[in-house]
């Protein structure tokens, strides 16, 4: 149990793998310690298989007989013989359990035939180690454990390289993921960066239409005043051709009264001139009757002067009316240029 731990220990190199897909071999306890150390005396063997890695290599049986036997590895493998009373184990036996358990007897030929298996331990990835290559040598190792230990050391980190190979093309393979998913955060941010860049320009264009309500509200508000002025114009226009309208009726009239002035001037010309005929008719009776008439022509002259008189009179009334129509015509002109622009005060206001 011990070296299948220490196996499962060596292949998955770390024991917190698990994010790259591999898990740690089983737990060891206290109690699976305290069973395989039972009888034996406190020695390195009883050590943890953690600390088996950094110890030196058996040293060959024939160099140093003491201090082969005081390896802990070969006390470990002692202490395990004399507590199950059976031969020493190869440590090969978990990766090859049916060629390389005989009691003793390893050759270097069976460790070449040795390969790997095909995945790792608690991991669905394939194994993508070659087989190993082989150990070009015919010594046989029956008398030397040492050799034994050491072809074990060199499997286990043949073994532990390849691992490493593994891990390596995980951690490359996730560093690529990793690259693609930074580009893609940084298309992403660039597309953020676009998309900020659209919401303020956006965002600047809400302004501007907020600007251009605010402008078009006071726009309506000033044409509603422009309206409403527009309509106080209009009243005023109305007013105002009521006035002509009233003025121009005023002006007809004074026409009229005028043409009767000057009708019934005419008329008094003509009874003047009437009037004349009959005095010049008379006078010239007179002349032939001046005593007779003396008296009649001082009374026709008096209705003479009286007339002339008269004719003096209505003279001045015609200069007058004469004089008001030219006033009303001055007024008829001013109200017409009045007119005239207030129509064009209309039509622009209307534009």
């Known amino acids: 149990a011990v070296l299948h731990k220490l196996a499962r220990r060596r292949l998955v190199h770390e024991p917190k793998a698990g994010k790259m897909g591999l898990e740690e071999g089983p737990e060891s306890t206290p109690e699976k310690e305290a069973r395989i150390g039972d009888g034996v005396a406190e020695s390195p063997a009883r050590k943890a298989p953690s600390d088996w890695a950094s110890l030196p290599p ?7 007989h003491a201090l082969h036997h005081s390896h802990p590895f070969h006390q470990f493998k002692a202490a395990h013989a004399t507590r199950e009373g059976t031969a ?3 440590p090969y036996s978990y990766f090859a359990p049916s060629p390389l358990q005989m009691p003793g007897h390893i050759p270097m030929s069976a ?19 070659t087989p190993y290559p082989p150990l070009t040598t015919s010594v046989d190792v029956q008398d030397d454990p040492g ?11 043949h073994a532990t390289t390849k691992t490493v190979e593994l891990l390596i093309s995980d951690l490359n393979r996730e560093k690529q993921g990793l690259s693609r998913k930074e580009t893609e955060a940084a298309e992403l941010q660039e ?9 303020e320009a956006l965002e600047a264009k809400v302004k501007e239409l907020d600007e251009e309500r605010r402008k078009v509200s006071e726009l309506q508000q000033e044409l509603t005043q422009q309206a409403f002025l527009a309509d106080h114009h209009m009243k005023e226009i109305e007013e105002l051709t009521k006035e002509v309208a009233n003025r121009r009726s005023a002006e007809v009239e004074g026409q009229r009264s005028v043409r009767a002035l000057q009708e019934q001037q005419r008329q008094q010309e003509q009874q003047i001139e009437k009037a004349m005929q009959e005095l010049v008719a008379q006078k010239e009776a007179q002349d032939a009757d001046r005593l007779y008439s003396a008296r009649a022509l001082q009374s026709v002259e008096r209705e003479l002067a009286t007339c002339r008189e008269q004719v003096a009179a209505h003279r001045e009334q015609i200069a007058k009316l004469k004089a008001s129509e030219v006033e009303l015509v001055t007024d008829r002109n001013a109200l017409e240029e009045e007119l005239a622009t207030c129509r064009q005060d209309k039509r622009a206001n209307a534009e």
């Open 58 to 64: 058996t040293p060959p049986h024939h160099a140093n």
């Open 88 to 90: 020493p184990i190869s």
């Open 111 to 129: 460790v070449a035939s040795l390969t790997p298996p095909a995945s790792l331990p608690g991991s669905n990835t394939p194994n993508s180690c």
């Open 147 to 157: 050799m034994e230990h050491m072809g074990a050391v060199l499997y286990h980190l």
């Open 191 to 199: 597309e953020l960066s676009r998309a900020e860049r659209r919401s």
